[in-house]
């Protein structure tokens, strides 16, 4: 009888331990009714089923800060709702903490945060001049600096005097809506705020791009040929975890560009869906690395080098750096800039590793260091 219960338990765990785990990737139990495509496996989600707001994803916000744009609402957690199996973020005009309006605002941070993967929000947004809805992503621990120099990514943002057209954009330190060279596209595209149109984000090492339904909005890629006049992460630091941020921001500088309609209150934005991918690289990734071709100094910052990324079958994760053959540091994306050495000639090694630890052989380049 013993046997055969050790039997019985052994073939339960053979059924149901493949739909907790894929390659090194765990699936959490209220994620397991989604399928595995294309290598990209469910690690977060919140299908928005119960009748309030799930603490252990979620922190609603209590303040009248809106981040230096001016917007006119007080953010509360009585506006945000589940119902009916959808989020639900209202904004009304009432006075409260010195705004003329309320609405929410919800973010992730420390309960859920990612470096690289697949986000897919299914989202309906709030019709009406003077509204702003946006999905957007903040970097977790700001390992660069404050705003802009850890980045932003906004997978979609909507202004509600501009009907029929969606904004995909990027901010960096030297990319940034500040300056006026914040990077991204805006397309105009049907059901905006009467349909429930998913928004998603595709994040790998030194590449994102944006989509609306199956449509490309935009793609931002690290290219080291055209950002040699700043560091790789003043161009580039989608590197670090990051956390996303769902809210509907009413007036500010460009929501309320063309002024807010108190005709349209309360009016809500509608969240189906947040779904969280990452990649099963020790199932998907067969081959090593190929050799980087060649290695360039930088033509404008001094102590830089550059290397076109090599060719991987799931792409590379992180570049090794060796200085005189001992390695010196890693870098995540296929350019670094040396500093605090002695000025001098210095053997450099740099090999590229994959996503299951795979090496590719080394290329050399002799560094001038000054």
């Known amino acids: 009888m013993k046997k055969l219960s050790l039997l019985l338990l052994m073939i339960v765990l053979l059924v149901f331990l493949p739909a907790c785990r894929r390659g090194g990737l765990e699936i959490p139990e209220d994620c397991r009714h989604l399928p595995v495509v294309d290598g990209w496996v469910p690690v977060w989600c919140d299908e928005f089923e119960g009748s309030e707001l799930n603490p252990d994803k979620w922190t609603a916000l209590n303040t009248s800060w809106s981040g230096g744009n001016n917007q006119a609402q007080y953010y509360r957690p009585e506006n945000v709702k589940v119902e009916d199996g959808l989020l639900v973020i209202t904004a009304k005009q009432e006075n409260y903490g010195g705004k003329n309006y309320t609405s929410g605002r919800i973010h992730t941070q420390y309960k859920g945060d990612w470096l690289y993967g697949k986000v897919v929000v299914r989202a309906k947004m709030p019709a009406g001049r003077g509204t702003w809805p946006a999905i957007w992503m903040l970097p977790s621990m700001n390992a660069y600096g404050i705003w802009p120099k850890s980045g932003e990514i906004d997978i979609v943002e909507y202004v509600g005097y501009d009907k029929n057209r969606l904004h995909g954009t990027f901010h960096t330190e030297k990319f940034n809506h500040m300056l006026g060279t914040q990077l991204g596209k805006s397309i105009e595209y049907p059901g905006i705020t009467t ?13 994102i791009e944006l989509y609306v339904d199956d449509l490309l909005l935009t793609r931002f890629a690290y290219t080291p040929e055209f950002n040699q006049d700043v560091k790789p992460h003043q161009a580039w630091p989608f590197d670090q975890p990051f956390h996303l941020i769902i809210n509907l921001a009413i007036g500010g500088n460009w929501g309320g560009a063309m002024g807010i309609d108190n005709s349209i209150f309360p009016v809500s934005m509608f969240v189906d869906y947040v779904r969280v991918y990452q990649k099963d690289y020790m ?19 001094k102590n830089m080098i550059y290397w076109k990324r090599p060719h991987d079958d799931q792409g590379i994760e992180y570049y090794k750096i060796y ?13 670094y800039v040396f500093e605090g050495l002695e000025p001098g000639t210095y053997q450099v090694k740099v090999v590229a590793v994959d996503f299951t630890g795979k090496k590719s052989k080394p290329c050399y380049h002799t560094l001038h260091y000054r």
Do not use: V
């Not at 998913?198 to 090492?205: A, F, H, V």
């Not at 199932?283 to 910052?301: A, N, T, V």
């Not at 200085?323 to 350019?335: C, I, P, T, V, Y």
């Open 323 to 335: 200085l005189d053959g001992k390695l010196h540091d890693e870098s995540r994306l296929n350019a």
């Open 283 to 301: 199932s998907l990734d067969m081959k090593k690395p190929e050799p980087i071709s060649e290695i360039k100094d930088g033509k404008q910052l």
């Open 195 to 207: 349909t429930f149109i998913d928004y998603t984000m595709i994040w790998s090492p030194g590449e």
